[in-house]
């Protein structure tokens, strides 16, 4: 199956000279200042971009920084501000968001452990919903001011949705039930609450890469027409900076490596991305469409959990990969020095030295964790494996401040290894071998027995042992949560209430979205019909 795609390659400057680097670095130092600037703006009046899409944020900044940057620049420099504030916003509309708490759980420990005894208090869950009240307070906290009412009123009249029409006179109905002046109250009280947190520091903008596009008729890539010349080629852009309408870096070319030149010019606008690197070098990004092979779902699975502790990847069939841990303490050594100058003093700045080496340490180890992904694939296509189930990790923030014998806390090495991006480059590197990659929700696989269904977090006996507290079903912590991963894919029943089929439409599944409490009662659901079915057909 082939669908249409997009695929880069890196072009990296040889011998550039140290006026041309430093015109580009200049530049790119300008570039984050007019970010910088306009990401203190966005942070002053969060509540007026919330609900922006990405045209009306661009058109609406246009007029600030139209004279500042080139036209070359200003879409690519806006786009950039927009998704680094996507996280922030949709933390404050998942804040401003009003549910009426309908259920309290006491939770209570199951077994004896090393400070509390069967049966102490271990905690409150609670289960929440969504009311008409709540969606009416939700909606004044996001755009209640002294004028709603007559724009409801408007809105209600103008209307020809029947949904949109009911929602904005169920609003109506509560604001006169309830009385204006007292919902807003409630409204503003959360408002400024939230506004005040995410308000506290702008985004700030550090890196020296930036993107634009190139508006030459000729090909932004060409060959160096002097041939007794020691460069190969050359990158040529439009600039429009210091009096300059074209950027030539010269490039190191390969033609096995990069094939036909033309493959990377689209018409009179091409966009690129230029990286500055360590030693005065430039590395240049650029894109071109074409076909890709999409392998599809076959019946042979395999469960596949991510974590940081023993391994990096654990198959359900015994299978794992391991990444550098000489590498990752040598790593942690050096971002503990820097947290020691930090603390020592507050104002303290990387220097360029040990910026390079920490940058440098990064890409061994993810270069290395690369290359065990490849032997993991070709093992996989020995035994016949064709698809590869992970748990979706995406925006997996795990708050442990728990340390190893580094002095490295969990959440650290977490960041350190791209956890939550590293199914993504198992599928890169996966569809070259032929097998298709599925995602889960990441609930309670390491909770959950296999063999009855329990789900506790008492189960977990340690990190590395799973013990079950209603069967005494005893397994390898990662290789049972391994188990229930697959599990989510092979059972008809949890597939289909738990997932659906993902975008690229080759077969493969992605996870629903769902509340964490919904895929727990799915389970439980699950193991009742599991064991109704066993009462009825003993055998089975």
Same mark, same amino acid.
């Given at each position: ?12 400057? =040889? ?99 090393? /400070? ?13 919903? *969504? ?15 002294? /004028? ?57 903008? *550090? ?13 932004? @890539? ?13 990158? /040529? @852009? ?5 009096? &300059?309408?074209?950027? *030539? ?6 033609? =096995? ?33 074409? /076909? ?27 299978? *794992? ?85 580094? =002095? ?81 894919? @092979? ?13 690229? =439409? ?9 509340? &964490? ?24």
């Amino acid at each position: 199956m082939k669908i249409q795609s997009r695929y880069s390659k890196s072009f990296y400057s =040889d011998r550039l000279s140290d006026t041309k680097y430093q015109e580009i670095y200049v530049f790119a130092v300008y570039l984050n200042k007019i970010k910088n600037e306009i990401s203190k703006e966005v942070n002053s009046n969060l509540l007026f971009y919330l609900d922006m899409s990405k045209f009306e944020f661009q058109k609406y900044l246009l007029q600030e920084i139209k004279n500042k940057v080139h036209s070359n620049f200003v879409k690519q420099l806006l786009d950039d501000i927009y998704i680094a504030y996507q996280n922030k916003f949709d933390g404050i509309n998942r804040k401003l968001k009003f549910e009426q708490i309908c259920d309290y759980q006491i939770l209570l420990y199951k077994r004896k452990t090393k /400070n509390h005894k069967i049966g102490d208090f271990k905690g409150i869950s609670k289960k929440t919903k *969504t009311t008409e009240l709540s969606a009416t307070l939700t909606y004044l906290a996001r755009y209640g001011n002294e /004028n709603i009412i007559p724009y409801l009123l408007e809105k209600f009249v103008k209307e020809t949705d029947e949904k949109k029409e009911k929602f904005y006179a169920t609003i109506l109905d509560h604001i006169y039930k309830y009385g204006f002046g007292r919902l807003m109250k409630l409204a503003l009280s959360r408002r400024e609450r939230v506004i005040k947190h995410y308000s506290k520091y702008p985004i700030n903008f *550090t890196s020296l890469t930036f993107r634009g596009r190139s508006r030459l008729t000729s090909d932004i @890539v060409s060959y160096n027409e002097n041939f007794n010349s020691c460069i190969k080629a050359f990158i /040529n @852009v439009s600039w429009s900076i210091n009096n &300059r309408k074209k950027l *030539t870096i010269p490039v190191k070319y390969s033609k =096995d490596f990069y094939k036909d030149m033309k493959r990377y010019t689209n018409s009179t606008d091409t966009s690129y991305t230029l990286c500055l690197e360590e030693n005065n070098q430039i590395r240049m990004i650029l894109s071109y469409a074409d /076909n890709r092979e999409m392998p599809e779902n076959k019946s042979n699975f395999v469960g596949i959990d991510i974590n940081s502790k023993h391994n990096l990847f654990q198959c359900n069939n015994g299978d *794992t990969i391991d990444y550098d841990r000489k590498l990752v303490e040598t790593l942690s050594k050096e971002l503990l020095k820097i947290d020691k100058c930090k603390k020592r003093n507050k104002d303290y700045e990387i220097g360029k030295r040990r910026s390079h080496k920490i940058k440098h340490l990064e890409r061994e180890l993810h270069s290395k964790i690369r290359e065990e992904i490849v032997k993991l694939c070709k093992r996989f296509n020995s035994q016949g494996i064709d698809h590869a189930i992970f748990e979706n990790l995406t925006g997996f923030e795990e708050k442990c401040f728990c340390k190893d014998e580094n =002095d490295l806390n969990y959440n650290r090495r977490i960041k350190l290894l791209k956890l939550s991006s590293l199914k993504d480059e198992f599928e890169h590197i996966a569809r070259k071998y032929v097998i298709a990659v599925s995602l889960v929700h990441s609930c309670y696989t390491s909770q959950t027995c296999p063999k009855c269904g329990c789900i506790d977090s008492e189960n977990r006996k340690s990190q590395e042992e799973f013990e079950c507290i209603e069967c005494g079903y005893i397994a390898n912590a990662d290789i049972n949560a391994s188990e229930n991963i697959k599990e989510r894919v @092979v059972s008809t029943v949890l597939r289909n209430e738990l997932l659906k089929n993902s975008k690229l =439409d080759n077969g493969t599944f992605e996870p629903k979205k769902l509340k &964490r409490e919904k895929v727990k009662e799915v389970l439980l659901s699950f193991r009742y019909n599991l064991e109704k079915d066993k009462e009825i057909n003993p055998s089975t």
